[in-house]
Structures are given as structure tokens and as C-alpha cells.
């Protein structure tokens, strides 16, 4: 891959400032304080907020508290989706700090997964790795690997070690120089104006003729809505960890420089602000 190291260091160590406040139905014996913390972007709500977590537990009493969840203006917080993707999708446009909910009780069974354990993020996160190594290099790079490197991308993810990530996932950024870029882009896009989870479907980096695809290429063939009519207004944000890239770059570049520590892309499509 080109090693621009910055780039990779700065999608690394993006933060996104939050406030988290308890539900006020929830059922506690003195007043919960709110409670801050800086959110890493490549990271899970749920591998990240054992602090909120023991926070609230102090001023509940043990017989209300049940699996925690979050949600933002209403909405559950999916926590197998990273943390800037949930960001981007609903509350790109706000003010800072980010103000999520926290609830203790009436679990949304039906607009979420259960989370009883970091062993099950674990288990997502490398089900998402292995599943774009199968679309970039056929699962060859992955298979490859030992256990402990398995282990080494998620230990270097759960504690917020780049080095240690990147010491095996740059091995998954990788290919052959004969081959220009990956077999497929492992991307995923996300419209906040729909119910539809997201649009994925097979994508090369690079076209028949060997000119290198652009993420506007990507999105005139995966989602055209998303482009602006060259006589029309744009009325969408094209984003990636809280940036919109122009859609003249490489989709080969991006894929390698921003995907999340899981290898997929997450672009978010949501509404520009009108104001």
C-alpha cells in the first residue's frame, strides 16, 4: 500500500466529544450526573463504555439495571456499527458535545442486537475482517495468518494501539503490484433518509481500461441519488469519518487509508444542512 502513515494515524485518533445523560424514566436513588467522555471514532459504544456503564450503575438500583443501550433524538444506537459511522449517519450536523441517551431497561429487541459480552464484538469485528479479505484477496491474506496475529488486530483495536493494529493489518492492505489494488473494495453505504441497513455489492478499484475508479465512479454505479444532477442543487453530504472526500479520489487510495479497523469503507449519506 502507500504508506501515508498521517493519514492512517490521524482516521486513527479521531474523537468525538460526547455527553451521555440517563434516561429520566429510569429509576435511580439520587440524581445521575451526566457523564463526558471522548469517543475514539473506530471504535464500538459498547467496547468503550464500561466508565458510563459503572457511572450510572452507582445512583441505580441493582433490580432496575438490565442490558444497557444507548440512542440518540430517538433513535437506538446500533453498537455493531462504529462509532463515527453512528456519529456521520445522525448527528453530523449538531453542535459538540454529542448528546446520547443511556437507558437501562425496555431493550429495543427489534432495532437491536444484544451485546452480553466483548466476546461478541470480538466475534463481529473479525467476521467483518474476514469477509473483506474474501473480497479484496480471496481470503488468501487472513487464512494465512496465525491465531495470534487474529488476536494481535483485535487486542491493538480494544486498546487503542496503533502500532500494534498495524503491525498485521497493513499485511491486509497489501497486493500484489501486477494487480494495482484490491480484487474488490470491501464498502458499505448508509443513507440516512432510508430504512434500508446499507448498499454493498461488488466494486473493482480499477476499470476495464485500467484507469483507477473514484468514489464518485462508485457512487454513480451503487447509489446515482447521491451525486448532484450537474443542473441541480446538492441536497446530500457524502462522509467519511466526518469528512466529505472529494469524489475525484481513488476508491483504491480510500480503501486503504480510511476504511475502519474492521477493512470496510462506511460512507454516509445524509441530508446537507439547508441553514
Known sequence: MTDDKDVLRDVWFGRIPTCFTLYQDEITEREAEPYYLLLPRISYLTLVTDKVKKHFQKVMRQEEVSEIWFEYEGTPLKWHYPIGLLFDLHASNTALPWSITVHFKNFPEKDLLHCHSKDVIEAHFMACIKEADALKHKSQVINEMQKKD??????????????????????????????????????????ATTERPFIQKLFRPIASGGQLHTLGDLLK????????????????????HGIEPMLETPIQWLSEHMSYPDNFLHISIIPRPTD
Open 150 to 191: 487474529h488476536k494481535q488486530l483485535w487486542m491493538g483495536l480494544q486498546n487503542d494501539k496503533f502500532e500494534q493494529f498495524w503491525a498485521i493489518n497493513r499485511k491486509l492492505m497489501e497486493y500484489p503490484a501486477e494487480d494495482n489494488g484490491f480484487r474488490y473494495i470491501p464498502f458499505r453505504i448508509y443513507q
Open 221 to 240: 454505479d451503487v447509489c446515482p441519488s447521491a451525486i448532484t444532477p450537474e443542473d441541480g442543487e446538492q441536497k446530500t453530504q457524502v462522509m467519511i
